[in-house]
């Protein structure tokens, strides 16, 4: 018994500290999806957006450049991703920008799930946050959605090349509901 003591105390101190109320856990019930695409290798036909070039956590991000107009991204119908209808969500990522060249775009679209047609689109133009070249660089945004979306419409989130002549990288995506 005298040699448990020393062990009950030691286990006593650990579960005090992992139950700090200093350190708040993220809201969970808010995310929509959080996706660092280290688990995508080997579980979908290979896409050339995956990449192992540049990465902010792990081995993999995705990428858009001269030969890949869109990187792959999420897509999920509304109904399934909130218990009501959406008001705002805030998309956040980190970004590689090679050059000033790298104009890409972080879209945010809401399409409708039969002909496929764009119904609304956001995102964000990476140039206008990231004014650093070849370092990664959080982004983020806050979107409203508009009062016609519906729960049977889809929700896209994906890297898209636009203007850019240079890769562009992302990583470490965050979707969320603000309302």
């Not at 969500?89 to 790298?102: C, D, G």
């Not at 982004?139 to 409203?144: F, H, Q, R």
Request: aromatic content about 8%; glycine content about 6%; hydrophobic content about 40%.
């Amino acid at each position: 018994m005298k040699k448990i003591a020393p062990l009950l105390g030691l286990l006593g101190t650990l579960l005090s500290a992992c139950s700090n109320s200093d350190t708040a856990a993220p809201d969970t019930a808010k995310l929509i999806t959080k996706m660092d695409f280290e688990s995508v290798e080997g579980w979908m036909p290979p896409t050339p957006s995956l990449t192992r070039e540049q990465a902010h956590s792990g081995r993999f991000s995705v990428k858009v450049d001269g030969n890949n107009e869109f990187s792959m991204g999420y897509s999920n119908l509304l109904g399934r991703v909130a218990p009501s209808r959406l008001r705002k969500i805030k998309v956040q990522a980190w970004v590689y920008l090679a050059s000033e060249k790298s104009q890409a775009r972080l879209g945010v679209q809401i399409t409708d799930p039969v002909s496929g047609k764009e119904l609304f689109g956001d995102g964000i133009a990476l140039g206008e946050q990231v004014k650093e070249y070849k370092k990664w660089k959080e982004v983020s945004k806050e979107i409203s959605l508009p009062d016609n979306v519906t729960a049977t419409q889809n929700l896209k989130v994906f890297l898209w090349r636009a203007s850019a002549s240079d890769a562009a990288y992302l990583d470490d995506v965050q979707l969320s509901i603000v309302e």
